[in-house]
């Protein structure tokens, strides 16, 4: 089945970029997440891609896609304290429902002062 | 504008005990989904449903049953609680067609079973 892979914890100093590493088995992928959870809070999704996009970027978010290698990272630019956060990466696919999307285990943002 | 509403938000069961997870949208959203959150284990899906009278199994559905009489509702009922099922509880929504912008979250339930 689908499986998804992130590292569990990265830490980084306040202003620096942060980037994010996610991996993905399923080649049949269409849409790649990233979600943001906060403490005690749901999932907020910040950003997707296509999966015939290489780059989307918004703001201080910039996503690649390698879709050869199967790899997704997220970077946070000039980061901040609010980022914070336990970020997931996550992928849907064709068939079945489409709908459904398959998470990975989250990486802890820590925004050192 | 509520989005995804779950209630309650904490709740403390002894084993054996059943109990419903109430999960409400407003958005006319198609798909809706349940999510236990276990410490790093990601989410992982227990039941989805893409309209009102389908339901059908996840990743772990052992242990607890759906129903979805309506588009706007989808509670999630645990019929005989045990301590493996003290989790965080994610309620999700989405549109099934057109564009399709991912899921919107509830702000989860969080259960321990003693």
């Known amino acids: 089945g689908e499986d998804v892979e992130q590292s569990l914890f990265l830490s980084v100093r306040e202003g620096d970029s942060s980037v994010i590493n996610c991996t993905y088995t399923?080649?049949?992928?269409?849409?790649l997440y990233w979600y943001k959870q906060e403490p005690g809070a749901g999932l907020q999704l910040l950003t997707y891609?296509?999966?015939?996009?290489d780059m989307k970027q918004d703001q201080r978010l910039t996503v690649l896609l390698n879709k050869k290698d199967k790899h997704l990272s997220l970077r946070i630019a000039d980061t901040q304290t609010g980022d914070s956060a336990i970020y997931f990466c996550?992928?849907?696919?064709?068939?079945?429902?489409?709908?459904?999307?398959?998470f990975g285990s989250g990486t802890q943002l820590t925004v050192l002062p | 504008n509520a989005g995804v509403t779950q209630t309650p938000k904490f709740q403390v069961l002894k084993t054996g005990q059943s109990m419903t997870l109430q999960c409400a949208q407003d958005?006319?959203?198609?798909?809706m989904s349940w999510y236990r959150q276990d410490p790093g284990m990601g989410l992982r899906l227990i039941h989805y449903?893409?309209?009102?009278?389908?339901?059908d199994q996840g990743e772990v559905p052992n242990g607890y049953n759906v129903s979805r009489s309506t588009t706007e509702d989808f509670p999630l009922r645990l019929l005989s609680a045990a301590p493996s099922q003290t989790s965080v509880y994610f309620c999700?929504?989405?549109?099934?067609?057109?564009?399709?912008?991912?899921?919107?979250f509830g702000s989860g339930t969080r259960l321990t079973v003693v």
């Open positions: 399923d080649s049949s992928s269409t849409y």
């Open positions: 999700a929504s989405s549109y099934l067609t057109g564009n399709y912008n991912g899921y919107t």
């Open positions: 996550a992928e849907s696919a064709i068939g079945g429902s489409a709908r459904q999307l398959t």
């Open positions: 449903s893409v309209g009102a009278g389908i339901t």
């Open positions: 958005m006319n959203h198609e798909y």
């Open positions: 891609i296509f999966s015939n996009m």
